[in-house]
């Protein structure tokens, strides 16, 4: 784990939708695995007062890129940062994908800006499928990034603009109900929406496929002393950002059951 | 050299810089950032008798300068802290201060006497009489001065460990408190604990945390901590006093000695920058040289009125 003060090489909007900011740093890109991030503050002072956690997107050596949408305030300020301006920031944080996935196939999921981690995650350890949802085709990345994966890629956005109109697990459980399709052989990790991945975790419970979900929970250390951003699994609350945020899907019960206790 | 020792009754500080209960983890968990052994002291994340698991979700939420908590008092227990947490502590060397919480009277005896049994490495407890998110055992339980005292007095019979009792201000006059509390049996004081506070998301119409209210924490407390501090360092120049409450750079920890404080602990900066507590102590360090300032006794409670005397 590091904490420094990074410069901006570039920041820039990708499509309708996305910002990529890039900066170097030996400590924030060495040792990183897909599905961890780092915690920025967006900029000096008490306003906003928390950083922001961010995955990881691509690493090139020592320079390090995150794909981000505006969501509030901190992205925002984030997206008017130019090149040469200062930074603080701090990684890499919690526990990312599985790399050995008990030699089963990979099947990603993406949602998104869920997406660009999975991205990442193909990148470092290839796929046999990736499935992708958006909803239009302004925030589809750029095939060039994607195709290179030599992997069956599918597309679906909501309002059919690119590929498949619906949402991303309609493809994903029209497969899985094939008479050849082996749940045994497939190992799903996923990102993206909330919605979604409990729907691709109710659809691989249910054709019984094994896999794995990174979480987003509202953070304010990402170091695992303030306890805000619990995920309740069948051990208990659990700090998404020192034992997460990537959960295997038998260790979180339904969203729905999480307030129960 | 500055010295920076900070004396206590019978307890002796290294210096006055160390964490607020609940942002610095129950054992090394910043080590990455953080000497632990560099700190006056460490006090950990409130302990209960039984396990608690905590407050469903969301339990934070950020405001201007500032975020409001609801966790619930989350924590494995004390037998677990026992077992697992004191000996890191005495192991390293480092001056612990445990903060407890009990759901009756009769818990705050038992752990009491259970910690007592340990208090060759312990410096001191810390009482949690006012921990704004649980029913039991918080403000709402404790709203009466009646039961501080018939607390402390419980944990006083129970122990020899020197005692801090973590005080709210939602409880009334905290003059009156303070008073109380020292009377029951009460070695020091600490000022302050979080304010409950709120936020609404307006498109849901939910509060922005489970609870409905959490405890209000950051720079926006600042003020209203340091007021608190100096009163009762006033009126109290003999009660040792932590104190807390949105403190975050060095300079925020002058002000707090300079109204009078012993002991400055560092918050929810932890949460900003891991690495607070180093760079508060020295940033303080630093001060007292250009300042000329020897001993850190020089500038406790050393405030200058407009007023002549």
New interface residues.
């Given amino acids: 784990?590091?904490?420094e003060t990074v410069t901006v090489l570039e920041n820039r909007k990708v499509n309708a939708k996305y910002f990529k900011i890039s900066f170097r740093s030996k400590h924030l890109a060495s040792g990183v695995e897909p599905g961890q991030f780092v915690q920025i503050?967006v900029r000096e002072g008490?306003?906003?007062?928390?950083?922001r956690p961010f995955s990881y997107y691509r690493i090139r050596g020592e320079r390090i890129e995150i794909l981000y949408e505006i969501l509030g305030r901190g992205s925002e300020l984030l997206s008017k940062l130019t090149k040469g301006d200062r930074l603080q920031v701090?990684g890499p944080l919690g526990r990312g994908f599985s790399r050995e996935i008990r030699g089963k196939k990979r099947i990603l999921v993406g949602g998104g800006v869920g997406v660009p981690p999975l991205v990442f995650l193909a990148e470092r350890y290839g796929c046999d499928r990736f499935y992708i949802g958006t909803k239009s085709r302004h925030e589809v990345m750029p095939l060039s990034e994607i195709r290179k994966f030599h992997s069956r890629v599918f597309h679906t956005t909501q309002d059919g603009s690119y590929g498949v109109r619906g949402l991303v697990t309609g493809p994903l459980e029209v497969w899985f109900k094939k008479d050849d399709f082996d749940p045994e052989a497939y190992f799903i990790q996923t990102c993206g929406p909330t919605r979604m991945m409990e729907r691709v975790m109710e659809i691989a419970s249910h054709f019984g496929v094994e896999g794995e979900a990174s979480w987003e929970?509202?953070m304010?250390?990402g170091?695992?002393?303030?306890?805000?951003?619990?995920v309740?699994t069948h051990y208990?609350?659990t700090c998404s950002c020192t034992e997460g945020p990537v959960f295997q899907f038998e260790e979180t019960p339904p969203r729905e059951t999480?307030?129960v206790? | 050299m500055v010295d920076l020792t900070t004396k206590i009754g019978p307890l002796r500080f290294k210096n006055p810089v160390t964490v607020a209960s609940g942002t610095f983890g129950v054992k090394d968990e910043l080590k990455d950032f953080v000497d632990y052994q560099k700190l006056g002291a460490v006090i950990t994340k409130t302990i209960t008798l039984h396990p608690r698991p905590g407050n469903p979700m969301p339990r934070i939420c950020e405001t201007p300068a500032g975020m409001l908590n609801a966790i619930g008092l989350q924590n494995k227990g004390l037998f677990e802290f026992v077992e697992n947490k004191i000996p890191y502590f005495r192991k390293n060397r480092i001056p612990l201060i445990v903060n407890i919480a009990g759901e009756s009277t009769a818990d705050f005896s038992r752990m009491a006497r259970a910690l007592d049994y340990h208090r060759k490495s312990i410096t001191a407890l810390e009482l949690n009489l006012s921990c704004p998110n649980v029913e039991a055992g918080g403000v709402r339980a404790i709203r009466e001065k009646k039961l501080i005292a018939k607390t402390i007095r419980a944990v006083r019979k129970n122990t020899r460990l020197f005692l801090f009792a973590k005080l709210s201000p939602e409880l009334g006059d905290v003059l009156e408190s303070v008073r109380e509390a020292v009377r029951a049996g009460a070695n020091g004081v600490s000022l302050i604990n979080t304010v409950r506070g709120m936020a609404i998301d307006i498109r849901s119409r939910r509060p922005r945390i489970w609870a409905g209210t959490g405890g209000l924490s950051g720079p926006a407390l600042r003020p209203i901590a340091l007021r608190y501090v100096y009163e009762v360092k006033q009126a109290m120049p003999q009660v040792p006093v932590i104190a807390s409450g949105g403190i975050t750079t060095w300079e925020d920890a002058v002000e707090f000695l300079i109204a009078g404080a012993d002991l400055v602990a560092v918050g929810t900066a932890n949460f900003v920058n891991p690495r607070a507590t180093m760079d508060i102590l020295s940033g303080v360090r630093v001060f007292c040289q250009k300042e000329k300032i020897k001993s850190i006794r020089e500038l406790r409670g050393s405030l200058v009125s407009y007023r002549r005397s």
């Fill in positions: 784990m590091h904490d503050k008490w306003d906003p007062f928390l950083r701090m929970e509202r304010a250390c170091v695992g002393v303030c306890l805000g951003c619990m309740w208990g609350w999480w307030a206790r």
